[in-house]
Nanobody, 113 residues
Framework: QVQLVESGGGLVQAGGSLRLSCAAS????????MVWYRQAPGKQRELVAR???????NYADSVKGRFTISRDNAKNTVYLQMDSLKPEDSAVYYC???????WGQGTQVTVSS
């Protein structure tokens, strides 16, 4: 059974940084595509960043140059480093493993102006 557990969210001022973690079990992040999504109140869930098994990454235009997705294969964990945060980055952030159709419970990120 695949489980994804996000952590690292919180309240931060605009311009600050947070690092989200997604700890996986029942699968290996090293060989699977992993995706971070976010959903703000009243908005659709949107893709934020993706890393493939081969290590290729891509980002939403809104976060390019500010967010970085990475993984630690030994810890079986995927990270989302978020820098230069803006109030519009406020949302619940979810980790997703598309191959397994598995989602984490989400972690709240709130950026104050």
């Amino acid at each position: 059974q695949v489980q994804l557990v996000e952590s690292g969210g919180g309240l931060v001022q605009a311009g600050g940084s947070l690092r989200l973690s997604c700890a996986a079990s029942g699968m290996r992040v090293s060989i699977n595509t992993m995706v971070w999504y976010r959903q703000a109140p009243g908005k659709q869930r949107e893709l934020v960043a993706r890393i493939t098994g081969g290590g290729s990454t891509n980002y939403a235009d809104s976060v390019k140059g500010r967010f970085t997705i990475s993984r630690d294969n030994a810890k079986n964990t995927v990270y989302l480093q978020m820098d230069s945060l803006k109030p519009e980055d406020s949302a619940v952030y979810y980790c997703n493993a598309p191959y397994y159709s598995s989602w984490g419970q989400g972690t709240q990120v709130t950026v104050s102006s």
